[in-house]
């Protein structure tokens, strides 16, 4: 199987930063994407990772590690709006998308 | 504006009663696909498709139908529906393969009874 794992809930307090963790199989790995999911809406494209490291965009950041087959995505300054599922999906050496089950993170005032 | 649409966003209906969910994307995308959402399991892929006439299952395609005989459209049947096909269904689309960033459509809330 291709188990993609990753905590079912998070909670955390605005302005705050939270790091989200994905953990994957690595066998026959392509990339990671991680997509946000406010309630009852349509995910949409946070980032997307290949290569090892650290991606920064805004206050969001994506980092990879392919020989843990290991992920994070990285939420700083948080914000209310921030409240939403993160899905981390992988894609491996065939044209699917697999997603793991999401984290639903509240933040807090 | 660059978009996935579906239609219908909600339904109920009852077993055994044929329907089909549109879902149509104007970015001339190659690749598109279905997903159904449900508590605990996360997105799942029906289907997916890599270019018209081109269709291939996904991880659940039981009890359902697709079709692509037009790059925009990619519409998901159900010939005979049953309550476990209750659901949240997305539609998305990629520009070549399904390992790019997917675009996805609003949602169809399908309850069937």
């Known amino acids: 199987g291709q188990n993609i794992d990753q905590p079912t809930e998070m909670t955390a307090t605005e302005g705050a930063i939270v790091q989200i963790n994905c953990t994957y199989q690595t066998s026959g790995f392509n990339g990671l994407f991680w997509y946000q999911q406010h309630a009852g809406e349509a995910p949409t494209f946070l980032s997307y990772?290949?290569?090892?490291g650290l991606e920064e965009k805004g206050r969001f950041s994506s980092f990879l590690s392919r020989s843990k087959g290991y992920s994070y995505l990285l939420l700083k300054e948080l914000q209310m709006k921030d409240s939403a599922s993160y899905l981390c999906?992988?894609?491996?050496?065939?044209?699917?998308?697999?997603f793991g089950t999401g984290t639903r993170l509240q933040v807090f005032p | 504006e660059a978009q996935v649409t579906q239609n219908p966003r909600y339904l109920i209906t009852v077993t055994g009663k044929k329907l089909t969910v549109t879902c149509s994307q104007n970015m001339n995308h190659e690749y598109m696909s279905w997903y159904r959402q449900d508590p605990g399991l996360g997105l799942r892929q029906i289907y997916y498709s890599m270019n018209v006439e081109v269709t291939d299952k996904g991880d659940v395609p039981e009890g359902y139908k697709v079709s692509r005989k037009e790059k925009r459209n990619f519409p998901l049947i159900l010939e005979s529906p049953s309550p476990n096909q209750t659901s949240l269904y997305f539609c998305?689309?990629?520009?070549?393969?399904?390992?790019?960033?997917?675009?996805f459509g609003p949602g169809t809330r399908l309850t069937v009874t």
């Open positions: 998305a689309s990629s520009p070549i393969t399904g390992t790019d960033e997917q675009y």
């Open positions: 990772n290949v290569l090892d």
């Open positions: 999906a992988v894609t491996y050496n065939t044209d699917k998308l697999i």
